[in-house]
Nanobody, 125 residues
Framework: QVQLVESGGGLVQAGDTLRLSCTAS????????MGWFRQAPGKEREFVAA????????YYADSVKGRFTISRDNAKNTVYLQMNSLKPEDTAVYYC??????????????????WGQGTQVTVSS
């Protein structure tokens, strides 16, 4: 069973930066992508960003494009989310996820199978 552990969340002010990390263990499956999602209080979980495990392709939600950057270190089985120019509306629990390879590396259609426990990000105004 794949295990994911997120870290790096915290309380910051608007305009600040944070870097989230997610390390995967027990990766016994072929991976298409790793992604970040977030869930704010009273809202549905939403997609934030994804990165292909085999190529340099990335994909972002419009709400974070230009402010957040996803990257990975395959040797460490770790994916990062660099968050710049944070806004109060970025406040949420952030989850990383792994999507198994099912014949396509299209980041728009990846199904995510394994999820971390989440890390809280709070941005004060």
């Amino acid at each position: 069973q794949v295990q994911l552990v997120e870290s790096g969340g915290g309380l910051v002010q608007a305009g600040d930066t944070l870097r989230l990390s997610c390390t995967a263990s027990r990766l016994s499956v072929s991976i298409a992508a790793m992604g970040w999602f977030r869930q704010a209080p009273g809202k549905e979980r939403e997609f934030v960003a994804a990165i292909s495990w085999s190529t340099s392709s990335t994909y972002y939600a419009d709400s974070v494009k230009g402010r957040f950057t996803i990257s990975r270190d395959n040797a460490k089985n770790t994916v990062y989310l660099q968050m710049n120019s944070l806004k109060p509306e970025d406040t949420a629990v952030y989850y990383c996820a792994v999507g198994r390879f099912r014949g396509s590396f299209d980041l728009r259609t990846v199904t995510y199978d394994y999820w971390g426990q989440g890390t809280q990000v709070t941005v004060s105004s």
